[in-house]
């Protein structure tokens, strides 16, 4: 048996000089903001693995009312419902990830992205796609007010 999640995040971005993006520090005129660490690609990811096994949402298992949350390191989370997939006797297939981002380009750090979500999960890299586009200087994105991250998950039952 297999089953799909999807999930989209948005994070509003503020002036700053490193952004968080899938488990990668990047040089960047801004950063994302957020109860965590803000990574905004790593915590759709998460969400859509919840999704794929209706776990809920990402704010219900990680409220922003918690403080013990704050600031935490979102491979923590990723894990997290990794693990939770993982006990309800299923394995992940690929994600496919898409970043809506105007600036900075992120061509040349897709590649850490991809090695680094891999790691976490335990999977091949192979099995993540991480692709970028931009807003086209349209809305909150072309105007560099938001980030937003859609994963889409394929997860098959294994036990």
Same mark, same amino acid.
């Given at each position: 048996m297999m089953r799909i999640g999807h999930s989209t995040d948005i994070h509003r971005l503020e002036p700053g000089n490193t952004l968080i993006l899938g488990g990668v520090k990047i040089p960047s005129p801004y950063q994302s903001v957020g109860h965590s660490d803000? &990574?905004?690609?790593?915590?759709?990811? /998460?969400?859509?693995?919840? !999704?794929? $096994?209706? $776990? !809920? &949402? $990402?704010?219900?298992?990680?409220p922003d009312t918690n403080d013990e949350f704050r600031d935490l390191d979102s491979g923590v989370? $990723? #894990? @997290?419902?990794?693990?939770? *997939?993982? #006990?309800?006797? @299923?394995?992940i297939g690929n994600i496919d990830a898409l970043v809506f981002l105007e600036k900075p380009k992120l061509s040349n750090y897709i &590649?850490?992205? #991809? /090695? +680094? =979500?891999?790691?976490l999960l335990n999977i091949k890299k192979n099995? =993540?796609?991480i692709k970028a586009t931009t807003g086209e200087k349209i809305g909150m994105v072309g105007s560099?007010? /938001?980030? =937003?991250?859609? +994963? =889409? *998950?394929l997860v098959k039952k294994v036990k």
């Open positions: 803000a &990574d905004c690609l790593l915590h759709s990811m /998460a969400e859509a693995l919840l !999704g794929s $096994l209706a $776990l !809920g &949402d $990402l704010g219900s298992h990680f989370i $990723l #894990r @997290y419902a990794h693990e939770a *997939v993982q #006990r309800e006797g @299923y394995e &590649d850490a992205m #991809r /090695a +680094t =979500v891999a790691n099995q =993540v796609s560099s007010q /938001a980030i =937003v991250c859609e +994963t =889409v *998950v």
